[in-house]
């Protein structure tokens, strides 16, 4: 079982940037693929950003492509997303999963372990 935690969640202004942190522990040895998700109120669930760790290749959602970044720090076992420029419309709850393998970018969403899910405010 992995446990995830996430950090850094806050309430900003349109143009600012914050920075989330997921702390994985537990059996991480299995864990090859992570990814932010978010999800507004009102709306479904959508994938942010992944990161696939055979390979380090990253994906992003075309809405927040050139304004966020995923990155991890394998040797804290944590993964972040540096968001900046941000909009209202990212508002939402930020959710950090963890998965085995990849699946179009992210971890698989019904088989990914899951975090708690930290708020993320931008207002105008």
């Known amino acids: 079982q992995v446990q995830l935690a996430e950090s850094g969640g806050d309430s900003v202004q349109a143009g600012g940037s914050l920075r989330l942190s997921c702390r994985a522990s537990?059996?991480?040895?299995?864990?090859?693929?992570m990814g932010w998700f978010r999800q507004a109120p009102g709306k479904e669930r959508e994938g942010v950003s992944g990161?696939?760790?055979?390979?380090?290749?990253?994906y992003y959602a075309d809405s927040v492509k050139g304004r966020f970044t995923i990155s991890q720090d394998n040797a804290k076992n944590t993964l972040y997303l540096q968001m900046n420029s941000l909009k209202p419309e990212d508002t939402a709850m930020y959710y950090c999963?963890?998965?085995?393998?990849?699946?179009?970018?992210?971890?698989?969403?019904?088989?990914?372990?899951w975090g708690q899910g930290i708020q993320v405010t931008v207002s105008s």
């Open positions: 537990g059996y991480t040895n299995g864990i090859h693929c």
């Open positions: 990161i696939n760790f055979y390979d380090g290749s990253t």
């Open positions: 999963a963890a998965d085995t393998v990849c699946w179009r970018g992210y971890p698989r969403p019904t088989l990914a372990s």
